[in-house]
């Protein structure tokens, strides 16, 4: 069994799944690739729409998060 993290940690990025379509991915670290791992998976990257989905998100659990790995673009920094 594994020890799960005392700081919750997620990622965010943003990916291309076919014919130039992206997507702005959110997921657990603590998850491993396993079950649990994907928070959400956003349809593209446009910052305004990202928060609009993400702050569907009940403000509790959004606050459990204490730290977000991410490249610096200024899109994800803002959507953090």
Known sequence: ???Q?????LCIDETS???GELYTVVTNRAGRGGRG??????RGTKSEDVIKVL???HVSKRKTA???TLDLLP???RIV
């Open 55 to 57: 702050e569907m998100i």
């Open 17 to 19: 799944l076919s014919c």
């Open 75 to 77: 899109t994800m920094m």
């Open 37 to 42: 791992t994907l928070v959400t998976m956003i």
């Open 1 to 3: 069994m594994r020890a």
């Open 66 to 68: 204490k730290e977000v």
């Open 5 to 9: 993290p005392q700081v919750p940690s």
